[in-house]
């Protein structure tokens, strides 16, 4: 993807990554095996966070996985040679601009892509292009205006669009899972399926509290503290104010929620 990723490419962002693709794994691939012989087609890997789920979920069928960074295409190397699987190969390339010939994938599995990207829909019509007759997509995304806490915050909320924010101006869009349904179904596909999946976390999750709510949702919106203040649309003492609060929805008495919005559909089989 030749889109900006606004979170960026620093080590703290790659440990982020990781925790929340730990803390996801059920919620989120439960339900996502490929079967043995089959060709995938992982678009936009990043630090293969996602990787080594799905080749370690399906060790029988054969991964592609591109990333438009070659630093992340390392990262996720590693990864996967770490976890001892051999059933990936990486490549890096643009995803507007992918050096595979039609109808070369059965599947496609795209995850925590679209947002970045200010053509999501021409990106879903070519990598549907890449599909088989009758082969798979599925594409995950989460959505910020899902996000809600107890105690609430006006100035976490605000926290959190100030992320938002950064991401419209880069040319994507925080909000994108409640529109997957269209998207998918505007570039081609058939049989187009979502269903939300929320993470639920309270005090009785101790290991979803420290990381989905602290390391990966808190995180992420730290992370973007400098660059919303430069831009001008927050100022230090708001944006650390609904930083604490953010982080009080940690806390035992606390409740934090979050949706993400998992699409699968099919390549037409007429031809």
Do not use: W
Request: charged share 20%; proline share 4%; aromatic share 8%.
């Amino acid at each position: 993807m030749s889109e900006t990723y606004i979170h960026g490419y620093h080590p703290r962002e790659n440990e982020r990554l990781q925790d929340q693709a730990g803390a996801l794994v059920d919620l989120l691939h439960s339900d996502t095996s490929y079967p043995s012989g089959s060709v995938v087609l992982e678009a936009g890997c990043a630090v293969g966070a996602q990787t080594v789920t799905l080749a370690r979920r399906s060790p029988e069928a054969r991964f592609v996985s591109v990333d438009v960074s070659a630093d992340s295409l390392a990262k996720a190397k590693s990864a996967t040679d770490a976890a001892g699987l051999t059933n990936v190969k990486f490549q890096q390339a643009d995803i507007f601009s992918l050096p595979f010939a039609s109808e070369s994938f059965d599947h496609v599995f795209v995850c925590f892509v679209l947002e970045h990207l200010s053509r999501p829909s021409q990106a879903l019509a070519i990598l549907n292009r890449l599909l088989r007759p009758g082969g798979t997509m599925t594409v995950i995304e989460g959505d910020h205006g899902s996000t809600y806490f107890h105690p609430d915050s006006s100035t976490a909320r605000k926290a959190i669009q100030c992320q938002v924010e950064l991401q419209r101006l880069a040319g994507g869009n925080a909000l994108l899972g409640r529109q997957l349904y269209p998207l998918m179904i505007e570039a081609g596909l058939e049989a187009v399926h979502v269903t939300p999946r929320m993470v639920y976390v309270d005090s009785s999750r101790p290991d979803l509290v420290d990381a989905f709510t602290r390391k990966t949702f808190t995180a992420m919106i730290e992370g973007v503290r400098e660059s919303a203040i430069a831009a001008g649309i927050t100022d230090p003492e708001t944006f650390d104010a609904g930083i604490r609060d953010l982080h009080r929805a940690a806390e035992a008495d606390s409740v934090f929620c979050y949706t993400f919005f998992k699409g699968m559909g099919e390549k037409s089989r007429r031809t």
